[in-house]
Nanobody, 120 residues
Framework: QVRLVESGGGSVQAGGSLRLSCAAS????????MGWLRQGPEKEREEVAT???????TYADSVKGRFTASRDNAKNTLYLQMNSLKPEDTAMYYC??????????????WGQGTQVTVSS
């Protein structure tokens, strides 16, 4: 079982920055594939970024060059640095994890989410 708790959301003006954190429980955290997903108002859930156990990352085209996902296995924490924020980045952001070291497109554990609101 993995418990995920996000923090760092808030309200910011366009062009601003926020850093999200996700604290994970479980001593096998370093083996999990982690990800950030978001769901905006009246939008489908979107995969924003993923981070493998070795640090390999993937990004949605909509955030490439603006967002950076990283992980600190010693602290059991996943991060998402968001720069040059746009109003269309407004969404509830969720941290997610796989049950094991492989990612096949589906996450097994989810946090409760943290709201990010970007005003123009």
């Amino acid at each position: 079982q993995v418990r995920l708790v996000e923090s760092g959301g808030g309200s910011v003006q366009a062009g601003g920055s926020l850093r999200l954190s996700c604290a994970a429980s479980g001593d096998r955290y370093s083996l999990y594939w982690m990800g950030w997903l978001r769901q905006g108002p009246e939008k489908e859930r979107e995969e924003v970024a993923t981070v493998g156990s070795g640090g390999m990352t993937t990004y949605a085209d909509s955030v490439k060059g603006r967002f950076t996902a990283s992980r600190d296995n010693a602290k059991n924490t996943l991060y998402l640095q968001m720069n040059s924020l746009k109003p269309e980045d407004t969404a509830m952001y969720y941290c997610a994890s796989t049950r094991g070291p492989y990612y096949t497109g589906t996450f097994d554990y989810w946090g409760q989410g943290t709201q990010v609101t970007v005003s123009s």
